[in-house]
């Protein structure tokens, strides 16, 4: 439990940082960039507003995975991360689809419109050393503590480096070809990228949210922990799915049909003990004893012929 809360500690201040580093980025990016007279830069600075609302979503989340499992929710509430990356997947789109909508309309409707200033070059450029700092920050912490929606709030400001790029080439096609218009399509791209990092997030979240994992190395990892051990054989109907950075394993096994109760127990538990050495953030392992030799028709699981 000390290592969930330590866990949950450091989500906390990770929303905080990529909270307070945001909403500065954004503030800059929309106040200049409606100075300056440039779409492309508000546009980016919209995005960074919406990072604030996501970075929220996983300091509200943080809180509820710290709840302890109760009747309602036996497992815990650890499965909250991944809902919760769900939601930044909708919020992130809907920021794009609406920034596309606005920018679309300045197409169909054009009005005489001058050159950005200047200055919205320089913040951009701010914007982009700010942005990758943000972005290494969360995928280095979502990666060592295992946390889905960290690592894709981490990614989701990987792609706003990309889109403050593609701001800044659009400022330096704007300026040389002296065409504002550039600027108003920079951003209508800017807006289509928004939409697609949402799409992917939201595909990726649907693994956990249908017990699928991503690694299937483990399987082997589990095979080969109970041939390891003496008087058990044919693993079988495996599974394995995680919640939240941690893995539920359930798990059929063969012993000698003359064991006792206490024999096969003290087996188990053998195997037990050593899928929680080799394999990190184990949860749960539940384990299912069959007599050898008997064959029964397996509607789901994993075994050693569905990996060869």
């Given at each position: 439990?000390?290592?969930?809360?330590k866990r949950v500690k450091i989500i906390y201040k990770a929303?905080?940082?990529?909270?307070?580093?945001?909403?500065?980025?954004?503030?800059?990016?929309?106040?200049?960039?409606?100075?300056?007279?440039?779409?492309?830069?508000?546009?980016?600075?919209?995005?960074?507003?919406?990072?604030?609302?996501?970075?929220?979503?996983?300091?509200?989340?943080?809180?509820?995975?710290?709840?302890?499992?109760?009747?309602?929710?036996?497992?815990?509430?650890?499965?909250?991360?991944?809902?919760?990356?769900?939601?930044?997947?909708?919020?992130?789109?809907?920021?794009?689809?609406?920034?596309?909508?606005?920018?679309?309309?300045?197409?169909?409707n054009p009005t005489e419109r001058e050159l950005p200033g200047?200055?919205?070059?320089?913040?951009?450029?701010?914007?982009?050393?700010?942005?990758?700092?943000?972005?290494?920050?969360?995928?280095?912490?979502?990666?060592?503590?295992?946390?889905?929606?960290?690592?894709?709030?981490?990614?989701?400001?990987?792609?706003?480096?990309?889109?403050?790029?593609?701001?800044?080439?659009?400022?330096?096609?704007?300026?040389?070809?002296?065409?504002?218009?550039?600027?108003?399509?920079?951003?209508?791209?800017?807006?289509?990228?928004?939409?697609?990092?949402?799409?992917?997030?939201?595909?990726?979240?649907?693994?956990?949210?249908?017990?699928?994992?991503?690694?299937?190395?483990?399987?082997?990892?589990?095979?080969?922990?109970?041939?390891?051990?003496?008087?058990?054989?044919?693993?079988?109907?495996?599974?394995?799915?995680?919640?939240?950075?941690?893995?539920?394993?359930?798990?059929?096994?063969?012993?000698?049909?003359?064991?006792?109760?206490?024999?096969?127990?003290?087996?188990?538990?053998?195997v037990e003990v050593l899928i929680n050495e080799k394999i990190?953030?184990?949860?749960?392992?539940?384990?299912?004893?069959?007599?050898?030799?008997?064959?029964?028709?397996?509607?789901?699981?994993?075994?050693?012929?569905?990996?060869?």
């Open positions: 439990m000390a290592i969930e809360e929303s905080w940082v990529a909270i307070i580093g945001n909403a500065i980025l954004s503030v800059l990016k929309i106040v200049i960039g409606l100075i300056s007279g440039s779409i492309a830069v508000v546009a980016d600075g919209i995005d960074s507003a919406s990072d604030i609302i996501t970075s929220i979503i996983t300091l509200i989340t943080a809180k509820i995975i710290s709840k302890p499992p109760n009747p309602k929710f036996a497992y815990g509430y650890g499965r909250a991360d991944t809902i919760a990356t769900k939601a930044l997947a909708f919020i992130i789109f809907f920021a794009g689809a609406q920034l596309t909508l606005s920018t679309i309309d300045v197409i169909i200047i200055i919205s070059v320089y913040i951009i450029i701010i914007s982009i050393i700010g942005k990758y700092g943000l972005a290494w920050y969360l995928n280095k912490t979502g990666k060592k503590i295992d946390s889905q929606m960290l690592i894709a709030n981490g990614r989701n400001m990987q792609n706003d480096v990309v889109i403050s790029i593609s701001v800044l080439v659009g400022l330096a096609f704007t300026y040389w070809f002296k065409l504002p218009i550039l600027d108003v399509i920079t951003a209508l791209f800017v807006s289509f990228y928004i939409m697609y990092i949402a799409f992917k997030i939201f595909m990726q979240t649907n693994r956990d949210l249908m017990d699928g994992i991503d690694d299937t190395d483990i399987y082997k990892q589990i095979i080969g922990i109970v041939n390891s051990v003496e008087g058990v054989e044919n693993p079988h109907r495996i599974r394995v799915r995680k919640l939240a950075n941690l893995y539920l394993v359930a798990l059929d096994l063969e012993v000698d049909g003359d064991l006792s109760v206490n024999e096969a127990h003290e087996i188990c538990s053998k990190d953030n184990i949860y749960d392992i539940l384990i299912h004893i069959d007599p050898m030799g008997i064959k029964e028709d397996e509607a789901y699981g994993v075994s050693e012929n569905d990996l060869t």
